[in-house]
C-alpha cells in the first residue's frame, strides 16, 4: 500500500521521504511521550512533529486497527492531551 501511496504522490511532485515501521521499533505500551528508558516513541514522535504530512496505515482485523496501530494512537493521544492543556477547547 505505501508504495502506491509513494508512486500517487510522485505524480503530482510529492516525494515520500520516510517510511517508518512501528512493529520494528521498541514502542512501548502507554499514554505519555515517553515511556522511559528503551522507548522509541520519543524519537519517533519528533519524525512525525516535523513532517508536514503523517500518512498513517495498518490492518484492520474484524473491524478493529490492529494492536500496534492503537499502542501509536495512544502515544499520539498524549501529545493531543498536552495541547488541550496548553490551550483549552473552546467547547
Do not use: C, N
Amino acid at each position: 500500500m505505501i508504495g502506491l501511496l509513494k508512486d500517487a504522490f510522485a505524480e503530482r511532485d510529492v516525494t515520500l521521504t520516510e517510511t517508518i515501521r512501528i512493529a520494528a521499533h521498541d514502542v512501548k505500551p502507554g499514554v505519555s511521550s515517553d515511556e522511559g528508558d528503551g522507548d522509541a516513541w520519543p524519537a519517533i514522535r519528533s519524525k512525525i512533529l516535523a513532517a508536514d504530512i503523517l500518512v498513517f496505515g495498518g490492518p484492520v482485523w474484524m473491524g478493529q486497527l490492529g494492536s500496534v496501530a492503537k499502542r501509536v494512537l495512544e502515544r499520539m493521544d498524549a501529545h493531543l492531551a498536552g495541547l488541550l492543556k496548553a490551550t483549552p477547547y473552546p467547547g
